[in-house]
């Protein structure tokens, strides 16, 4: 099998799916890795690293393309990129096909691809085993972008998230308690922080109040726990998701307008179109906006911001699931359901159900084309 690494081209995103230490496992098992150059500079990979691991360094994307069977990225392919795709080739990257364009879907079924989207890799009934530990990451850099944007350097009013004696510490809202918002609330915790976490289910609120005790208040979201913690709080982090869906908007104007002014909101949810009406993406060169006299920051691909850190977490994590594509796509997709459950396209196809309702087009189950080997 030969697998291939795009350069990555969204604005400040610097991760890369596939280390140096991934590409040598591949190559060690006698696959082909080709890598457009440049690819791992963001992360601190140098070219010269990834050939040292076996791998090809090819000059553009064309290139890496024209000589791969199994394509990997970051992020959705660039129209450009799009066109270069054939009929026959793999293509792996967290997609969030749902939100795509029309174009986008009809460039897949006019290419013939498959598509293995990387938040949907799902073991058993609620384990997201690539997209979970990168969504803790980015719990983790959204707290120590509130505690830096709290303080005056940071232009926010000179709150120090932990407080001091006599001084009461800031107090975090998240809302959301899967493992982006559970992240952010243990990391606030530890820096000293009140913690709110809001959630409509009350296992995963019963799971972070048994990790982390009593130092975080839970309570199940509601209209009026909403509003009473909105007021209070200094820091509000949405993180909100429905698997393979757009986020809801369960922040609505009227709310961001009932807290207080000055204090900050962060979206983490942008991704998948933000959790808050006021919402819209921002970059790292210009992090903030304000609205409703609360500030905003709304950064895609958090984790990118500890690109290093963040890069080794999902090779390690996806790695187990392309030895198993070395062996053949359709093979592994016969043998092994985690990715089963994350295949929106099968050659062209659209086999994904929960997709019948974003995409015009036919669709067939994938059960009836590619049968699973019990």
Avoid at 314 to 342: F, I, T
Wanted: charged content about 20%; aromatic content about 4%.
């Amino acid at each position: 099998m030969r697998f291939g690494m795009l350069r990555e081209t969204l604005p400040g995103e610097r991760r890369v799916p596939l280390t140096p230490e991934g590409a040598r496992a591949l190559a060690s098992s006698d696959h082909g890795v080709v890598v457009e150059a440049g690819s791992g500079v963001g992360s601190g990979f140098s070219d010269t690293e990834y050939l040292a691991a076996g791998a090809q360094v090819v000059f553009n994307a064309r290139e890496v393309t024209a000589n791969s069977d199994v394509l990997l990225k970051v992020h959705a392919p660039t129209e450009q990129e799009l066109a270069l795709l054939r009929k026959g080739q793999a293509l792996v990257a967290f997609l969030h096909l749902s939100a795509q364009p029309a174009a986008f879907h009809r460039a897949l079924v006019a290419g013939g691809v498959t598509t293995i989207s990387l938040e949907l890799v799902r073991e058993g009934t609620d384990e997201y085993p690539i997209l979970e530990p990168l969504s803790a990451l980015g719990g983790r850099v959204a707290v120590a972008l509130a505690a830096w944007h709290l303080t005056g350097p940071g232009n926010g009013p000179g709150i120090l998230l932990g407080g001091s004696p006599g001084v009461p510490p800031a107090l975090v809202l998240v809302i959301g308690a899967g493992a982006a918002g559970s992240a952010a609330a243990a990391e606030a915790a530890a820096l000293g922080a009140q913690v709110v976490m809001l959630d409509r289910d009350p296992r995963r609120l019963q799971r972070l109040e048994h990790r982390l005790g009593r130092v975080c208040v839970t309570a199940v979201a509601s209209e009026y726990h909403l509003v009473r913690y909105l007021e209070q709080a200094d820091v509000v982090i949405g993180a909100v998701a429905v698997r393979g869906e757009p986020a809801p908007k369960v922040l609505k104007r009227q709310h961001v307008r009932a807290m207080r002014e000055g204090s900050l909101l962060i979206d983490m949810s942008i991704d998948e179109g933000g959790c808050a009406e006021t919402s819209r993406p921002t970059t790292t060169e210009a992090p903030v906006y304000e609205v409703e006299g609360v500030r905003h920051i709304c950064i895609p691909n958090l984790p990118s911001e500890v690109a290093r850190t963040a890069s080794r977490a999902m090779g390690a994590s996806l790695l187990p699931y392309l030895v198993a594509l070395g062996k053949g796509v359709d093979v592994a997709l016969s043998n092994n359901l985690a990715l089963r459950h994350a295949v929106g396209y099968l050659d062209g196809r659209l086999v994904n159900r929960g997709l019948r309702r974003y995409v015009d087009g036919g669709y067939v189950d994938l059960d009836t084309v590619l049968p699973l080997v019990e």
